[in-house]
């Protein structure tokens, strides 16, 4: 670093800020310095991060809408996974998880940990209030990765998840192949409240485009929440008996099957889900499902942590704005 600072004739401290991400440095000096740094093969001491990280404790904060929505087992496991193998730096991790999509509570538990974290990992609700305290907690210097769903108008670092508008249009071809030209479809979403979902939405409509015999009869919201998915699916189907195909694309799945099971085989609608949560996988076996598509939600949980250690200890900033995983049409067969 002495060697470093020499060359590029500013001191060892800015030369610390510039490598390490600590404090503001003229971004054309701080090229300068990553230059050299590169040119001259500087590798920083591994220990001597853990040592500073540890002096510091940098707080993680993780904001889920998790609570009964078993899709999250998976993420928090790979959160919980890559906490594990940081340790040694002295990385917390502050876990604050909540049921369904209440903006305000969302909001609440965001003020409430501002000026308490250095980095915030959210599964957020669109909504401009959210999006408005995202960027004030920005500005304060926080890091913030988007996980599993993104968040329109805000300066956020990065987003890790799937490409929620092409599993839309893979749900829809996936139908086409399994029932073929001809079918009266309902769409059931948890809410539209959250962007994915939205997506999801609109890429199965605009595929839909291209089978002139899909037709559209319902759509639904269930909040992620199989109570009321086996609520509103069971109306649904009484008041719309020619419904012949199903397409789940978010939680609730094993609601909405509950609520098909009533009905005699002969009548039951062809149904396709998203994720293999374990109820998800009971209704794959037994044939009520015929597919759903996988979006990777260890790795999603384990790479967002990933992110936000990677800028609290080395201070790298992630070289792409979107890290998405591929969506994967998944049988029992192949699971």
Do not use: W
């Amino acid at each position: 670093m002495k060697e470093i600072a020499e060359i590029c004739g500013v001191s060892r401290g800015t030369v610390d800020r510039a490598l390490n991400g600590r404090g503001r440095v003229n971004a054309e000096t701080a090229e300068k310095i990553r230059k050299t740094a590169r040119e001259l093969g500087y590798e920083p001491n591994p220990a001597g991060k853990a040592l500073s990280a540890r002096k510091k404790r940098p707080v993680i904060g993780i904001v889920l809408s998790s609570e009964d929505n078993p899709f999250f087992d998976d993420v928090l496991k790979g959160m919980e996974e890559a906490a594990a193998e940081y340790k040694i730096y002295g990385v917390q991790i502050e876990y604050h998880t909540m049921k369904g999509y209440d903006t305000e509570k969302q909001l609440a538990t965001l003020k409430e940990i501002a000026g308490k974290v250095q980095a915030l990992i959210i599964n957020p609700i669109d909504d401009p209030a959210i999006a408005t305290q995202l960027d004030k907690m920005i500005d304060s210097g926080v890091f913030v990765v988007t996980v599993n769903n993104d968040i329109q108008g805000t300066r956020r670092h990065c987003y890790v998840g799937s490409d929620y508008y092409n599993g839309g249009i893979t749900a829809c071809a996936l139908m086409e192949a399994l029932l073929g030209k001809e079918a009266n479809i309902a769409l059931i979403l948890g809410s539209r409240k959250v962007q994915g979902h939205r997506l999801r939405l609109e890429g199965f409509k605009a595929r839909m485009e291209k089978v002139p015999g899909f037709h559209l009869s319902a759509t639904l919201e269930n909040n992620d929440d199989d109570i009321c998915a086996f609520e509103k699916t069971k109306e649904l189907l009484a008041e719309h008996p020619e419904i012949n195909a199903i397409s789940i694309l978010a939680a609730g799945v094993y609601g909405t099957c509950r609520a098909i099971m009533q009905l005699p085989e002969e009548k039951r609608p062809l149904v396709i889900s998203f994720d293999t949560i374990p109820t998800t996988v009971e209704m794959l076996k037994t044939g009520l499902i015929k597919a759903t598509i996988y979006q990777h939600p260890y790795r999603q949980g384990f790479s967002a942590v990933n992110k936000a250690f990677e800028y609290l200890v080395h201070g790298h900033v992630p070289e792409k704005e979107l890290c998405i995983m591929k969506n994967e049409i998944k049988l029992f067969e192949n699971l």
